[in-house]
């Protein structure tokens, strides 16, 4: 099956199947936050400059016997790579984690929509991408959008920057 942007011509693939959409991208997102919507366990999201693969793996290690884990592969933590991720859980799971990454202002939104995490840790900030950031302040904010209807936000309380985590309620560690 396909989403795409322009016409096919069908007749050329009578094993696909197609959709015929305006904004690939956009499209993913809608049918990943969708997904999300349906999906009963708890999502626990990370981001951060650094930090975000290595902090879902170790979760995955800890998980307790039995416990039905989801997370997301290597490192999906853009835009298309969330949404592939979300897609990839079948939905008995107990938890999924999420890695989410941003590389500019306003790209969180679009990732919180989809995700919807529960819980959030926030690993570290660092100088990736500062170019496109005003400040650091300015990135943590940023960041702090994934959490802004989670129930729980796990974090550095030590870090300057991350002392306002957002709307959300928070557990300093």
Known sequence: AFMVEHDVDFGLYPEAGFVVVGRSLVALQKLAAYHRSQFRGKV???????GKTTMKEWIAQAAPDGMRLFR????????????????????????AVIEAGISRPDEMARLEAMIRPNIGIFTALGPQHDENFIDWGHKAAEKAVLFSRAECVIYNSTSAHLTEPG???SHKV
Do not use: F
Request: aromatic share 2%; charged share 15%; no cysteine.
């Open 167 to 169: 709307p959300a309620a």
């Open 72 to 95: 997301s592969p290597r490192s999906y933590n853009s835009q298309l790579g969330v949404a592939l991720s979300l897609l990839m859980v079948e939905g008995d799971e107990d938890l």
């Open 44 to 50: 626990v999201a990370i981001t951060g400059s650094t």
